[in-house]
């Protein structure tokens, strides 16, 4: 079955630190990937996006997420974060010859950043 | 542009009962997609629709349905409610295709008891 994993559940991180957030899908076609942000209280925001092309995207706010093909990874990266980071993230995949656009999900990871 | 909203917020409901939680989608898109989110997990994906009619499932009972009508808009409908229908439920709009990412509203809260 098509599945997205997110090994970390929980981040803690003093301000200025650097972020990677582990992210592993299963499928072995042709995917579109995403990382989505949920700020508490706030709904979830799309933070970047993967495509086709250049495996290196950078989204908003300073993140970039890089896809590694041969490793199903589309692992997310900040070189410094801000106390404002503080949120829920979550890996998503849209297997793209699926017929249906639906999006699978990683069960999201809670990064808390210490000012 | 209007984003999406989602009514109710919250709703307690009885086992058995039967429930309706509406979504207006943002403006300019034509598909509407529904999730359940429950504690501590990520979001899974429900069905969506476009052009009024569902485009994929995903392994939900047939007592979870939907409607989206002409303006877009759209309902999710549980029938039968279960202890474990108790979960964050996520509209998300788009625009037709595999290159439209979701736009997502606050989500209704329903807890049934």
């Known amino acids: 079955a098509q599945s997205v994993s997110q090994h970390n559940h929980h981040v803690i991180l003093s301000e200025a630190a650097s972020l990677e957030l582990g992210c592993n899908y299963s499928?072995?076609?042709?995917?579109?990937l995403f990382w989505y942000v949920q700020y508490p209280g706030q709904h979830l925001q799309l933070l970047l996006k993967?495509?086709?092309?250049?495996?290196l995207v950078k989204g908003i706010k300073g993140f970039e997420a890089e896809f590694i093909k041969s490793k199903f990874s589309f692992n997310l990266r900040k070189p410094s974060v801000q106390w404002s980071d503080t949120a829920e993230y979550f890996c998503?995949?849209?297997?793209?010859?699926?017929?249906?656009?639906?999006?699978?999900f990683g069960t999201g990871t809670r990064l808390k950043v210490l000012a | 542009e209007t984003g999406v909203t989602q009514s109710p917020t919250h709703l307690i409901k009885t086992r058995g009962q039967q429930v309706t939680l509406r979504c207006s989608s943002q403006?300019?898109?034509?598909?509407v997609s529904w999730y359940q989110q429950a504690l501590g997990q990520g979001p899974q994906f429900i069905f969506q629709?476009?052009?009024?009619?569902?485009?994929g499932r995903g392994n939900f009972p047939p007592r979870f349905s939907g409607l989206q009508f002409p303006n877009y808009s759209s309902e999710l409908n549980v029938n039968a409610l279960e202890l474990d229908d108790s979960a964050l439920y996520l509209c998300?709009?788009?625009?037709?295709?595999?290159?439209?990412?979701?736009?997502f509203g606050n989500g209704t809260r329903l807890t049934v008891t």
């Open positions: 499928y072995g076609g042709t995917v579109n």
């Open positions: 629709y476009y052009r009024e009619e569902e485009n």
């Open positions: 998300a709009s788009s625009l037709w295709g595999a290159y439209s990412p979701l736009h």
């Open positions: 993967y495509f086709s092309g250049d495996p």
């Open positions: 998503a995949v849209n297997p793209v010859s699926s017929g249906t656009y639906k999006y699978i």
């Open positions: 403006s300019g898109h034509n598909t």
